[in-house]
């Protein structure tokens, strides 16, 4: 039970909106404690109608952690560590557009994600949202046994992802943009706060498993990256301006739907720093 806030479940898997806070305030530890324990229970929870300035959106990051600077494209005049996600009208690509955790490229990945709506499209534009637990806890036993020793190596230049960020790059390039970033991490990882076991591999970073090629890896990923984006393991979130989602990226990936060809979308990310999988 929640005494400061309400949680509305969305889906069987994952996903809540949350209702009874304005972000604009500074909200007591309390209800930061509520929300932290929804954002835990349902991996991903969203917020309505919350119209923040950079600084009050940084404010509400940080009360969750530390937030980082994404090393492809530089942030915000004054705010470094809030990136824009934007996609043009004449745009056909759209930034991070597959199934994917956030840059597992890294030696210590992100802990979560907050992300707010700016500008949408008229229709089209949602964000779908998986669960790791669910895609691991739904293989056989067997299937998890084999798992488990596996480690996953995870590149920032892997092709699909590389061509959905590069027209940002050309634009706002950091000094970091032209550099490949390689990370090994265990193919499960055990979340640090619940004890949980999820699948940690992603078809935007994954590429091969330690001590395998790309060639002997790919059957066995090409199941997994089937699986884990099944559509009881997901939810769905249609955006408005002012809207917010925060999600725990040790246990959810998400794909922003690449559906408004014609309109502008315009986002503002920040990525909260984590530590390394175990």
Known sequence: MYETIEVRKIAGALGAEIHGVDLRRELPERTIGEIRRAWLENLVIFFRDQDLTPAQ?????????EPVEY????????????????????????????????????????????????????????????????????????MQRLLEPLVAVNSSAKADVTRSREDR?????????????????????THPETGRKALYVNVGHTVRFKDMS??????????????????ELTCRFGWRPGSIAFWDNRCAQHNPVNDYHGFRRVMHRITLKGDRPR
């Open 214 to 231: 790309e060639e002997e890896s790919a059957p066995l990923l090409g199941f997994l990256f089937r699986h884990q984006v099944r559509a």
């Open 169 to 189: 790059i050309k634009e706002n390039p950091t000094g970091q943009s032209r550099r490949e970033y390689v990370a090994e991490h265990p193919v499960v990882r």
């Open 71 to 142: 090393p492809f494209v530089k942030g915000l005049d004054g705010f470094p560590t809030i990136t824009p996600v934007v996609k043009l009208e004449h745009e056909r690509v759209n930034f991070g557009g597959v199934w994917h955790s956030d840059t597992t490229y890294l030696e210590e990945p992100p802990m979560g994600t907050v992300l707010l709506a700016r500008e949408v499209p008229p229709y089209g534009g949602d964000t779908e949202f998986a669960s790791m637990y669910a895609a691991y806890e739904s293989l056989s036993e067997r």
């Open 57 to 65: 959106f940084l404010g509400f990051a940080e009360r969750f952690g």
